[in-house]
């Protein structure tokens, strides 16, 4: 059984940066691998960005790519999301979630455990 806490969300201006943190706990991080999900208001979950297990690969949605970067420290069982250059199209409530498996990180159905989600707002 993993537990996921998210924290640091809030509210920013367009153009500005946030930085999301997912604590792990209950499991051995090391073998597992985390992504990040997002969902608006009437919208569908929707990837953003996952890292594998061993570090090896990362994925990113193409309407994050170049803006945000996940990334794990392992000694204190955390993962992270840098957000830079956020528009309003980024505002949604994001999830972060674990699974076991090393590929088909994009869907959500992947995963095994998921955090209870940080709100994150962007202001034009």
């Known amino acids: 059984q993993v537990q996921l806490a998210e924290s640091g969300g809030g509210q920013v201006q367009t153009g500005g940066s946030m930085r999301l943190s997912c604590a792990a706990s209950?499991?051995?991080?090391?073998?597992?691998?985390m992504g990040w999900f997002r969902q608006a208001p009437g919208k569908e979950r929707e990837f953003v960005a996952a890292?594998?297990?061993?570090?090896?690969?990362?994925y990113y949605a193409d309407s994050v790519k170049g803006r945000f970067t996940i990334s794990r420290e392992s000694a204190k069982n955390t993962v992270y999301l840098q957000m830079n250059s956020l528009t309003p199209d980024d505002t949604a409530v994001y999830y972060c979630?674990?699974?076991?498996?090393?590929?088909?990180?994009?869907?959500?159905?992947?995963?095994?455990?998921w955090g209870r989600g940080t709100q994150v707002t962007v202001s034009s």
């Open positions: 979630a674990a699974t076991r498996e090393w590929n088909l990180l994009l869907l959500p159905g992947t995963y095994d455990y």
């Open positions: 209950g499991r051995t991080f090391s073998g597992t691998s």
């Open positions: 890292k594998s297990w061993n570090g090896g690969n990362t």
